[in-house]
């Protein structure tokens, strides 16, 4: 993680067990990670999270950084698009970090979703089932 970055982290106790494929799940969460580090802008902070809601498990990253456009949030998930936003931590990404996430959580029966404000930050969320 690049120096100066203030991550929470908070773990709702007792979360049921969700069969899943941890390396991939590892992965998963590296990428969203690595992406709101690369999106933060000069607010250098995020928070992840996870918890239960209903029948899933769920597991959040947010950042306080550039936001996305609302004219791109549908298409950020596609394999090779990339935000047109320069205002990174001085590295672009390849545009298949989050292509990975969303083929990962969909092999687990579940999905990932984002909620995004411009100058407001992102948040991603994996929605994870606890049983298929």
Same mark, same amino acid.
């Given at each position: 993680?690049?120096?100066? %970055?203030?991550? !929470? ?11 899943? !494929? ?5 992965? $998963? ?6 992406? $709101? =580090? ?20 769920? =597991? ?15 298409? =950020? %998930?596609?394999? %090779? ?17 989050? $292509?990975?996430?969303?083929?990962? #959580?969909? #092999? ?10 411009? !100058?407001?930050?992102?948040? %991603?969320?994996l929605h994870l089932p606890l049983r298929?």
């Amino acid at each position: 993680m690049q120096q100066g %970055f203030k991550v !929470d982290v908070a773990i709702e106790p007792d979360l049921p067990e969700v069969p899943l !494929d941890p390396a991939a799940i590892k992965q $998963a969460l590296a990428n969203l990670v690595d992406n $709101a =580090i690369k999106y933060s802008g000069a607010r250098r902070r995020l928070t992840v999270s996870a918890r239960r809601a209903g029948a899933e498990v769920r =597991i959040e990253v947010a950042d306080e950084g550039i936001g996305i456009p609302p004219a791109e949030v549908q298409r =950020i %998930f596609e394999k %090779f698009y990339r935000v047109g936003r320069s205002e990174t931590q001085g590295r672009r990404g390849s545009g298949v970090g989050l $292509a990975l996430v969303k083929h990962i #959580a969909e #092999a687990h029966g579940g999905r990932v979703s984002v909620s995004s404000r411009h !100058d407001s930050g992102s948040r %991603f969320t994996l929605h994870l089932p606890l049983r298929s």
